[in-house]
Protein backbone atom coordinates (compact mmCIF):
# COMPACT_ATOMS: atom_id res chain seq x y z
CA UNK A 1 0.00 0.00 0.00
CA UNK A 2 1.44 3.81 -0.70
CA UNK A 3 2.31 5.61 1.82
CA UNK A 4 3.88 8.78 2.79
CA UNK A 5 7.58 8.60 4.18
CA UNK A 6 9.71 10.89 6.20
CA UNK A 7 13.40 11.55 6.71
CA UNK A 8 15.05 11.62 9.07
CA UNK A 9 13.01 10.40 11.84
CA UNK A 10 15.13 12.17 14.28
CA UNK A 11 17.23 14.96 13.92
CA UNK A 12 19.45 16.43 16.56
CA UNK A 13 20.27 20.67 15.44
CA UNK A 14 22.18 23.00 17.68
CA UNK A 15 19.71 25.88 17.83
CA UNK A 16 20.96 28.60 14.92
CA UNK A 17 21.14 26.26 12.53
CA UNK A 18 19.27 25.50 9.28
CA UNK A 19 17.24 22.15 9.33
CA UNK A 20 15.76 20.16 6.56
CA UNK A 21 12.85 17.99 6.42
CA UNK A 22 12.39 15.43 4.20
CA UNK A 23 9.40 13.65 2.81
CA UNK A 24 8.46 11.76 -0.10
CA UNK A 25 4.69 12.18 -0.92
CA UNK A 26 2.11 9.47 -2.32
CA UNK A 27 3.12 9.56 -5.80
CA UNK A 28 -0.34 10.65 -7.43
CA UNK A 29 -0.96 12.96 -4.76
CA UNK A 30 -1.55 16.64 -5.80
CA UNK A 31 -2.17 18.48 -2.00
CA UNK A 32 0.60 18.81 0.18
CA UNK A 33 0.70 19.59 4.13
CA UNK A 34 3.47 19.93 6.74
CA UNK A 35 2.49 19.90 10.62
CA UNK A 36 3.72 19.58 13.41
CA UNK A 37 3.20 18.30 17.03
CA UNK A 38 5.39 19.61 20.07
CA UNK A 39 5.38 16.92 22.94
CA UNK A 40 1.97 16.37 24.35
CA UNK A 41 0.18 19.17 22.60
CA UNK A 42 -2.04 19.44 19.71
CA UNK A 43 -1.38 18.69 15.95
CA UNK A 44 -0.83 21.94 14.44
CA UNK A 45 -1.19 23.41 10.61
CA UNK A 46 1.95 24.73 9.38
CA UNK A 47 1.56 24.91 5.35
CA UNK A 48 -0.78 23.45 2.83
CA UNK A 49 1.24 23.32 -1.17
CA UNK A 50 -0.69 22.84 -4.24
CA UNK A 51 0.39 23.11 -8.30
CA UNK A 52 3.92 24.02 -6.88
CA UNK A 53 3.17 26.95 -4.60
CA UNK A 54 1.61 27.70 -1.11
CA UNK A 55 -1.94 27.40 -1.60
CA UNK A 56 -2.44 28.20 3.07
CA UNK A 57 -0.07 29.07 5.95
CA UNK A 58 -0.54 29.12 9.64
CA UNK A 59 0.72 32.16 11.67
CA UNK A 60 3.12 29.73 12.81
CA UNK A 61 4.37 29.25 9.27
CA UNK A 62 6.70 32.55 9.64
CA UNK A 63 10.16 33.99 7.58
CA UNK A 64 12.01 31.26 9.33
CA UNK A 65 10.04 28.22 7.30
CA UNK A 66 10.04 27.67 3.83
CA UNK A 67 8.86 24.65 1.86
CA UNK A 68 9.88 23.19 -1.66
CA UNK A 69 8.94 20.57 -3.68
CA UNK A 70 12.29 19.94 -5.95
CA UNK A 71 11.93 17.26 -8.24
CA UNK A 72 8.63 15.93 -8.44
CA UNK A 73 8.36 13.42 -5.82
CA UNK A 74 10.57 14.90 -2.62
CA UNK A 75 8.41 17.80 -0.58
CA UNK A 76 10.64 19.57 2.14
CA UNK A 77 10.36 21.56 5.28
CA UNK A 78 13.36 23.80 5.99
CA UNK A 79 13.30 25.53 8.86
CA UNK A 80 16.12 28.40 8.43
CA UNK A 81 17.30 29.40 11.89
CA UNK A 82 15.96 26.87 14.60
CA UNK A 83 14.85 28.00 17.97
CA UNK A 84 14.54 25.86 21.40
CA UNK A 85 10.69 26.14 20.69
CA UNK A 86 10.95 24.59 17.42
CA UNK A 87 11.51 21.07 19.36
CA UNK A 88 8.51 18.88 17.85
CA UNK A 89 7.69 16.35 15.97
CA UNK A 90 7.00 17.40 12.29
CA UNK A 91 4.76 15.65 9.83
CA UNK A 92 4.27 15.87 5.96
CA UNK A 93 0.62 14.87 4.45
CA UNK A 94 -0.50 14.30 1.02
CA UNK A 95 -3.88 13.73 -0.48
CA UNK A 96 -4.77 13.15 -3.88
CA UNK A 97 -7.41 16.16 -3.67
CA UNK A 98 -8.66 18.75 -1.66
CA UNK A 99 -11.39 17.25 0.55
CA UNK A 100 -9.76 13.76 -0.04
CA UNK A 101 -7.84 11.69 2.44
CA UNK A 102 -4.77 13.00 4.18
CA UNK A 103 -2.18 10.56 4.64
CA UNK A 104 0.27 11.21 7.08
CA UNK A 105 4.09 9.95 7.27
CA UNK A 106 5.70 8.87 10.41
CA UNK A 107 7.30 11.91 11.74
CA UNK A 108 10.47 13.77 11.94
CA UNK A 109 11.25 14.20 15.74
CA UNK A 110 13.27 17.48 15.51
CA UNK A 111 14.80 18.20 18.77
CA UNK A 112 17.11 21.61 18.74
CA UNK A 113 19.22 21.59 21.69
CA UNK B 1 -11.94 28.48 14.21
CA UNK B 2 -13.51 25.36 12.51
CA UNK B 3 -11.39 23.29 15.37
CA UNK B 4 -12.57 19.84 16.57
CA UNK B 5 -13.50 19.46 20.31
CA UNK B 6 -12.75 15.67 21.33
CA UNK B 7 -14.84 14.68 24.20
CA UNK B 8 -13.69 13.05 26.94
CA UNK B 9 -10.14 14.18 27.04
CA UNK B 10 -9.55 10.49 28.36
CA UNK B 11 -11.48 7.36 28.41
CA UNK B 12 -10.71 3.84 29.95
CA UNK B 13 -12.89 0.53 29.00
CA UNK B 14 -12.34 -3.02 29.83
CA UNK B 15 -11.10 -5.16 26.70
CA UNK B 16 -14.34 -5.74 24.57
CA UNK B 17 -16.33 -3.30 25.42
CA UNK B 18 -17.55 -0.64 23.01
CA UNK B 19 -15.97 3.08 23.10
CA UNK B 20 -17.40 6.20 21.93
CA UNK B 21 -15.27 9.37 21.55
CA UNK B 22 -17.37 12.78 20.66
CA UNK B 23 -16.09 15.78 18.45
CA UNK B 24 -17.17 19.63 17.99
CA UNK B 25 -16.46 21.93 15.63
CA UNK B 26 -17.49 25.44 14.95
CA UNK B 27 -17.83 26.16 11.78
CA UNK B 28 -19.38 24.62 8.47
CA UNK B 29 -17.00 21.83 7.18
CA UNK B 30 -16.51 19.92 3.59
CA UNK B 31 -15.34 16.67 5.34
CA UNK B 32 -14.84 15.33 9.18
CA UNK B 33 -11.77 12.73 9.28
CA UNK B 34 -10.50 10.54 12.25
CA UNK B 35 -7.11 9.81 13.20
CA UNK B 36 -5.34 7.14 15.55
CA UNK B 37 -2.03 7.55 16.98
CA UNK B 38 0.02 5.14 19.05
CA UNK B 39 2.18 6.95 21.24
CA UNK B 40 4.92 9.07 19.80
CA UNK B 41 4.27 7.25 16.41
CA UNK B 42 2.71 8.76 13.15
CA UNK B 43 -1.25 9.73 12.37
CA UNK B 44 -3.09 6.90 10.95
CA UNK B 45 -6.01 7.66 9.03
CA UNK B 46 -9.24 5.71 9.77
CA UNK B 47 -12.00 7.20 7.86
CA UNK B 48 -13.19 10.05 6.15
CA UNK B 49 -16.93 11.44 6.47
CA UNK B 50 -18.23 14.04 3.92
CA UNK B 51 -20.65 17.05 5.04
CA UNK B 52 -23.62 14.81 3.29
CA UNK B 53 -23.07 11.97 4.74
CA UNK B 54 -24.36 10.46 8.38
CA UNK B 55 -22.55 7.42 8.89
CA UNK B 56 -20.08 5.49 7.84
CA UNK B 57 -18.60 1.54 8.86
CA UNK B 58 -15.21 0.48 8.65
CA UNK B 59 -14.43 -2.77 10.57
CA UNK B 60 -15.09 -2.36 13.89
CA UNK B 61 -15.36 1.35 13.29
CA UNK B 62 -18.66 3.42 13.06
CA UNK B 63 -18.21 7.26 12.43
CA UNK B 64 -21.43 9.56 12.34
CA UNK B 65 -21.98 13.04 11.73
CA UNK B 66 -24.53 15.73 12.86
CA UNK B 67 -24.09 18.66 10.92
CA UNK B 68 -26.65 20.36 12.26
CA UNK B 69 -25.26 20.27 15.87
CA UNK B 70 -22.24 20.31 14.56
CA UNK B 71 -20.64 17.13 16.00
CA UNK B 72 -19.03 13.93 14.98
CA UNK B 73 -18.53 10.02 16.98
CA UNK B 74 -16.26 7.64 16.39
CA UNK B 75 -17.53 4.19 17.85
CA UNK B 76 -15.15 1.40 17.86
CA UNK B 77 -16.80 -2.32 18.95
CA UNK B 78 -15.40 -5.16 21.03
CA UNK B 79 -12.58 -2.72 21.96
CA UNK B 80 -8.68 -4.84 22.01
CA UNK B 81 -5.65 -3.80 23.51
CA UNK B 82 -4.26 -3.02 20.15
CA UNK B 83 -6.83 0.14 20.44
CA UNK B 84 -5.03 2.07 22.98
CA UNK B 85 -4.28 4.82 21.37
CA UNK B 86 -5.14 9.18 21.27
CA UNK B 87 -7.90 9.55 18.46
CA UNK B 88 -8.05 12.89 17.27
CA UNK B 89 -10.59 14.37 14.95
CA UNK B 90 -9.55 16.48 11.78
CA UNK B 91 -12.13 18.76 9.64
CA UNK B 92 -11.55 20.96 6.54
CA UNK B 93 -13.98 23.55 5.43
CA UNK B 94 -15.08 24.73 1.74
CA UNK B 95 -12.71 26.31 0.00
CA UNK B 96 -10.00 25.72 2.90
CA UNK B 97 -6.46 24.28 2.36
CA UNK B 98 -5.91 23.22 5.38
CA UNK B 99 -6.76 20.64 8.24
CA UNK B 100 -7.67 21.29 11.59
CA UNK B 101 -6.88 18.79 14.26
CA UNK B 102 -8.75 18.66 17.59
CA UNK B 103 -6.79 18.03 21.00
CA UNK B 104 -7.99 14.54 20.85
CA UNK B 105 -8.95 11.97 23.20
CA UNK B 106 -6.40 8.79 25.11
CA UNK B 107 -7.89 6.00 24.93
CA UNK B 108 -6.60 2.85 27.20
CA UNK B 109 -8.01 -0.32 26.81
CA UNK B 110 -7.39 -2.37 30.52
CA UNK B 111 -7.00 -5.74 29.84
Known amino acids: EPEVTQTPSHQVTQMGQEVILRCVPISNHLYFYWYRQILGQKVEFLVS????????KSEIFDDQFSVERPDGSNFTLKIRSTKLEDSAMYFCASAQDRGSEAFFGQGTRLTVV | SQQGEEDPQALSIQEGENATMNCSYK?????LQWYRQNSGRGLVHLILIRSNEREKHSGRLRVTLDTSKKSSSLLITASRAADTASYFCATDAWRDDKIIFGKGTRLHILP
Open chain 1, 49 to 56: FYNNEISE
Open chain 2, 27 to 31: TSINN
